[in-house]
Structures are given as structure tokens and as C-alpha cells.
């Protein structure tokens, strides 16, 4: 128990919960015993009440959960409590504005909904106290809004988390994980654009497609292609339909050192599969592409899809700490070792997307970005349904955090260097005996 209330997020919850407790007794004692009942007297005891919680939760989080710090007038009076005012504030407004209609179009239910949206506006004033408010920031350490890091800085690589390992190792044989459901109109073309730039820049590669019980002509074409080629090969999903499974089903079987996730619907620039490889030669454990950095691009991208897209991953970007702007694309690379760690994995669905990348960067492998090119689809119909999918991703999302915050490093990447080798040695000892 006394390492438990030693955690600052435990100490913010009981902060929070005294000041919310302060709160309703004063207006409880300015209305019933002071006598504030007209309507205009309420919302002044309203304010009043507010006020002084807030003030008397600033110190509480001043004083015992970020202890230290200068208390110099200019710093607590002219940065910290205004910063600590926006910071509930806007809190309180993403619950109000964003957080509560969004769950309710999702069908939430309602007690539900306000729980959610309570948890989730105290751990986006926690991460905004802890970040801006209270701790001591230098020039070097600055957190950028999302819109800003781009052009903030010089260099396309933003978010290096670890120092890598790196190994003087031999070249990586690449597996392409492509998960495909009705894709007669694009399959083909996919493939054939990787396999030939891949055999161009001489890559060690396969192809991997998952059919997930497809009803058109796509296993026919999957036939001739691994056909054609010897490094193309399907399988048929053996789970249930579902692009999650799909996924899962291509990560449990595919054979190289290396794993991208590919979408079957030629959006995926083949070059940034290269820009990939050549990154996991630095010795990074993960290389997670975005769109939306300087240097990234999207094309015809569906509006009301691209502004759910910004929000919900801002959304994640608060909640987990990140520069990343990007977390829900699936096209991401990770080394076996990776996918090793982060399994068993959950979702179903597209949410799969969100539970690889969060669940590798919670448990600490080391990870770099680049910018990527993402074209929408021509022919076919996308699978991702938006309202269908929310609570999903929300569930994950949550899942993950409640993983860093609680689990004290039970899942962590431990001693990077003998883990990597001894998988690489099991691996290459399999693969000989077969």
C-alpha cells in the first residue's frame, strides 16, 4: 500500500477526488447555510465553489504529486495556475464538446459514456499538469502541438524513443503481410508493384496474402500470381472474417525476419516498404510510417474520414505522451522479435491497427518514423466502417494505457541484445532444420 500511494498518478486521483469532494461542500454551504438561492446566487456560488477547488487542487498537485520546482510569483502566478486553468478547462470542454457526443453517436451507453469521459478528461489534465503545467521544461524538452513538430523540425526523422541496438547483422529477409477480402480489382496490381521494385533494389523478400474468404475472383488471381512467382504465397484466414484476424493470421505464419503490413488496395507507396528496410538496418525494432509529417502525403482522402482520422489520433498522441502523429494506419514495420512481444494480440478488427504499434511503444522497443505516401483506393469498396468501429478503437486505446500506467514494466522490453539473438538464433535453427 505504501508503493501504491507512491505512484504520482494515484496521488492525482486522490488530489482530484478531495478537490471535486471540496467542491461540493462549499456550494453545498453557500446555498443551504449562507443562502445563495436565487438563480443568480447558485451560479455564483457555482463559480465561487469551482474556483476554490481548483485553487485548492493546484496546491495539493503543487505541493505532493509534483513536489519541487521554483515558487517564484512569475512562475506560479503568471505560467503555472493560468496553464492549470486552461488545462481543466479544455478538459472539461472535450468531455462536454467532443468526448460525450461522440460516444452517444456510437451508441454508448450513457452511464458508460460519463464514466469513460470522466476517466478520460482526468487523464488529459494529468498528462497536460504533468507536460506543461508543473514540471520545469527546458528549451531541448519543448512538446509540441501536432500541427507544429513538422515544420519545427529539421530533420523528417522526429521520434527516435530509444537509443537502437545495433548489430552488425546480415541482411533481413522481409515478409509482406497483405490482408485481402474482395480484392479482384486491385490484388494484383498491389503485389506486382512490391515484387518489382523489391527485386529491383535486390531485397530478400515474400508475400504473404491472407484471403479472408473472399467471395469474388481473388483467390483465383492469388492462384496464377503464386503461380508466376515463387515468393507470393496465400493463405485463407482460418479465423473468422474480420480484417483483425486476417492480420493476426498473416503474423502468425509469416516467415521472415521482418514484418510490414500491407493493404491490398495499392495505397501504399512500395518505395516507403524500401524507405522500411533500410531503416531496420539502424537497428530499430519497429519503423512506423506517417502521413502526416513534413515530407508525408495523402491523396484523396475522404474528409469527414480525415478529420475523425486528426482527432482521434491527437487523442492518443495526449494520452500516451507522443510525437507520433500517426498510430491508427496499418502500414507499419516490425521486426519478428516485435510481434513476439506484443502477442497475444486482441482485436478483431482495424482496431489491430492502434493495439501493434501501442502495445510495442508501451513495452519499450525502440522505434523511428519516416514519411509516408498514402493514396485512397480506386477500385473496390473500404471495409473500414467509422461508427462501427469507435468503441473498439476506445476499448484498445484504454486497454494499452491502463497496461503502462498499471502493470510497473511487467511487459517491458528487458536486456534488448540477448533476447534479439537468442530469437534470431531459434529462428535460423528452425529454419535450417526445415
Not at 446566487?41 to 519541487?68: M, T
Not at 458508460?112 to 478520460?120: A, F, S, W, Y
Not at 510490414?260 to 512500395?270: K, W
Not at 519478428?336 to 512481444?341: A, D, N
Amino acid at each position: 500500500m505504501k508503493k501504491l500511494f507512491q505512484q504520482r498518478t494515484v496521488k492525482f486521483l486522490i488530489g482530484g477526488g478531495v478537490a471535486a469532494a471540496l467542491n461540493v461542500l462549499l456550494i453545498s454551504v453557500m446555498i443551504d447555510q449562507l443562502r445563495f438561492n436565487t438563480p443568480v446566487l447558485r451560479n455564483v456560488a457555482n463559480a465561487v465553489s469551482i474556483e476554490l477547488s481548483l485553487l485548492f487542487g493546484f496546491f495539493i498537485y503543487r505541493i505532493w504529486v509534483w513536489p519541487g520546482g521554483s515558487w517564484t510569483i512569475r512562475e506560479v502566478l503568471w505560467r503555472q495556475l493560468p496553464l492549470y486553468h486552461v488545462s481543466a478547462g479544455v478538459a472539461v470542454a472535450i468531455r462536454i464538446l467532443i468526448l460525450f457526443p461522440l460516444l452517444d453517436w456510437l451508441r454508448v451507453n450513457p452511464q458508460v459514456n460519463t464514466l469513460v469521459g470522466v476517466l478520460l478528461s482526468a487523464v488529459f489534465n494529468y498528462v497536460i499538469s504533468d507536460r506543461l503545467v508543473f514540471r520545469t521544461r527546458t528549451q531541448s524538452d519543448l512538446y509540441y502541438p501536432e500541427g507544429l513538430a513538422p515544420a519545427l523540425e529539421r530533420k523528417s526523422d522526429l521520434n527516435r524513443t530509444q537509443t537502437p541496438f545495433v548489430d552488425n547483422e546480415q541482411p533481413l529477409t522481409l515478409s509482406i503481410v497483405i490482408p485481402a477480402y474482395n480484392e479482384e480489382g486491385c490484388i494484383a496490381q498491389t503485389i506486382q508493384s512490391i515484387t518489382y521494385l523489391l527485386d529491383q533494389k535486390q531485397i530478400a523478400y515474400d508475400i504473404l496474402v491472407v484471403n479472408d474468404n473472399s467471395r469474388d475472383r481473388t483467390e483465383g488471381i492469388l492462384q496464377q500470381l503464386r503461380a508466376e512467382n515463387s515468393k507470393v504465397n496465400y493463405i485463407n484466414n482460418y479465423y473468422p472474417n474480420g480484417f483483425g484476424f486476417a492480420v493476426r493470421c498473416g503474423l502468425e505464419t509469416f516467415q521472415g525476419d521482418a514484418v510490414v503490413i500491407v493493404m491490398a488496395d495499392c495505397s501504399d507507396a512500395p518505395e516507403d516498404i524500401v524507405g522500411y528496410y533500410y531503416k531496420l538496418h539502424e537497428g530499430y525494432d519497429c519503423v512506423l510510417g506517417s502521413r502526416f509529417t513534413k515530407g508525408g502525403k495523402v491523396v484523396d482522402y475522404p474528409t469527414h474520414k480525415l478529420i475523425v482520422n486528426r482527432l482521434a489520433n491527437l487523442f492518443i498522441q495526449i494520452l500516451f505522451g507522443l510525437k507520433f502523429n500517426d498510430t491508427t494506419n496499418a502500414f507499419k514495420c516490425y521486426r519478428r522479435g516485435v510481434i513476439e512481444g506484443v502477442s497475444p494480440l486482441l482485436s478483431h478488427h482495424f482496431n489491430l491497427t492502434v493495439e501493434i504499434p501501442l502495445k510495442a511503444i508501451a513495452r519499450g522497443y525502440s522505434y523511428t518514423t519516416i514519411p509516408i505516401t498514402w493514396r485512397n483506393r480506386t477500385t473496390g469498396v473500404s471495409k473500414l466502417k467509422l461508427k462501427e468501429m469507435g468503441s473498439r478503437y476506445l476499448f484498445i486505446v484504454l486497454y494499452v494505457l491502463l497496461e503502462k500506467l498499471l502493470s510497473r514494466g511487467d511487459y517491458a522490453r528487458q536486456n534488448y541484445q540477448p533476447i534479439i539473438r537468442k530469437q534470431n538464433q531459434q529462428f535460423a535453427s528452425k529454419t535450417d532444420n526445415s
